[in-house]
């Protein structure tokens, strides 16, 4: 019985422990300074462009022919 006991005691702490974790490394960090914002833009000079310069949205690809998953999307984001 005082091994049963021992054995609930130490899965409680534990799991308290992982919750305590849990809820201090999911606050938001809240910081003075300004997130800072990558200046480097993804499109290159030597970048294929398709449309407009001036559009509102951009959207940047990243193709790798030997991924399974990117050449099933790359006929729906050309149709874009």
Avoid: N
Wanted: overall charge negative; some cysteine; hydrophobic content about 40%.
């Amino acid at each position: 019985m005082r091994t049963r006991t021992l054995v609930i005691t130490l899965v409680l702490f534990c799991l308290a422990l992982f919750a305590a974790a849990f809820v201090y490394y999911d606050r938001p960090q809240s910081t003075d300074e300004p997130a800072v914002v990558e200046k480097t833009p993804l499109v290159r000079d030597y970048s294929p462009v398709i449309g407009p310069e001036d559009a509102p949205v951009t959207i940047v690809e990243f193709f790798d022919p030997s991924c399974e998953g990117c050449r099933a999307m790359h006929p729906y984001v050309k149709q874009i």
